[in-house]
């Protein structure tokens, strides 16, 4: 079977194109793409509009808001190299503009070198719809039962996470996706957080992350922290987490106290809407109670102490 030639321009687009057996039909791929390793070596054709290699986060957040004002757009994309790959398929988003390329730059980049791709938006909010794009990208390159295959293991685990924390007690969980400014967290991770058997403070499901202040976070007293900014794998986190020490113990003095207070590698298993979210819920719920389901590894998670 011929299969489409797909560029993805997200990295959950990318997984999950790996994940349904189209790794090899991958042609091109964005410059945050980090996973399958065997994928890597394809061409990348976008990029940030600024480095953020030692930037604080209160520092790519000030970055981050520049580029919009400036351009509309944190990503550029090279339209001569998406032109020469001929690509049939293009994988991005219109759920964060500032996460990911989103759709409309990719269709200024189509209209203007006259490209006949189709695009595939993958706009997930929720864990449901997460699934539901992968299906979809599957009907879309025609291996439609893979993915349909997929999503079934998928549902498959999360159900046995389920099970497996049922009947334990619900500890309330303060998630904190970004840190200066801090954001609450929000599309699928509260439902996440509700799967692996935990209670999510603050942040609602299914919609936008929520920035905040840190004053409002004051009183919540959590019984886990758990942190987790955007992008950041598991030593960011932990440096950032380091750098807001202060912060951190003014809202959740008592889980830090404790030893339940978590930092986790986000980029991987948590802001991605692709297929290692599962995991994701996997490691909260070794997180939450480990009794019930089986603690993270280290290179997963650890415990965060100022």
Not at 160 to 187: I, K, M, N, Q, Y
Not at 201 to 228: C, F, N, Y
Not at 256 to 272: C, H, K, V
Request: charged letters at 25%; proline letters at 6%.
């Amino acid at each position: 079977m011929t299969h489409p030639r797909i560029v993805s321009l997200l990295a959950s687009g990318t997984e999950i194109s790996d994940a349904i057996g189209l790794g090899g039909a991958l042609v091109g791929i964005s410059h945050e793409c980090d996973f399958p390793a065997h994928v890597l070596d394809r061409p990348r054709l976008s990029r940030a509009r600024f480095d953020p290699e030692g930037l604080s986060s209160g520092e790519i957040d000030a970055a981050v808001r520049e580029a919009m004002a400036e351009h509309g757009s944190v990503y550029e994309i090279d339209g001569e190299l998406l032109a020469s790959l001929q690509p049939d398929l293009i994988l991005t988003q219109a759920v964060c503009e500032v996460c990911a390329v989103p759709t409309s730059g990719v269709q200024r980049a189509i209209d203007s070198h006259h490209l006949a791709a189709e695009i595939v938006s993958l706009d997930a909010h929720t864990i449901e719809e997460i699934l539901a794009s992968i299906e979809q990208v599957g009907r879309a390159a025609g291996v439609e039962t893979v993915a349909k295959n997929t999503v079934a293991t998928l549902r498959s685990r999360l159900r046995s996470v389920r099970t497996a924390v049922e009947t334990a007690a619900r500890p309330r969980v303060l998630a904190v996706e970004w840190l200066d400014p801090p954001f609450a967290p929000g599309h699928w991770v509260p439902e996440m957080i509700d799967y692996a058997g935990g209670e999510c403070v603050i942040g609602e499901a299914g919609k936008p992350s929520l920035q905040l202040r840190w004053e409002d976070l004051e009183g919540l007293d959590p019984d886990i922290l758990v942190i987790m900014p955007c992008g950041y794998g598991l030593e960011a986190a932990c440096a950032d987490a380091d750098a807001h020490a202060d912060r951190l113990e003014s809202v959740a003095a008592r889980a830090i106290g404790e030893g339940r207070a978590y930092a986790l590698d986000a980029s991987a298993y948590l802001n991605r809407s692709g297929p290692r979210f599962v995991t994701g819920v996997e490691i909260l719920a070794g997180l939450f109670d480990p009794s019930s389901f089986e603690a993270p590894t280290r290179e997963q998670a650890c415990v965060w102490t100022p």
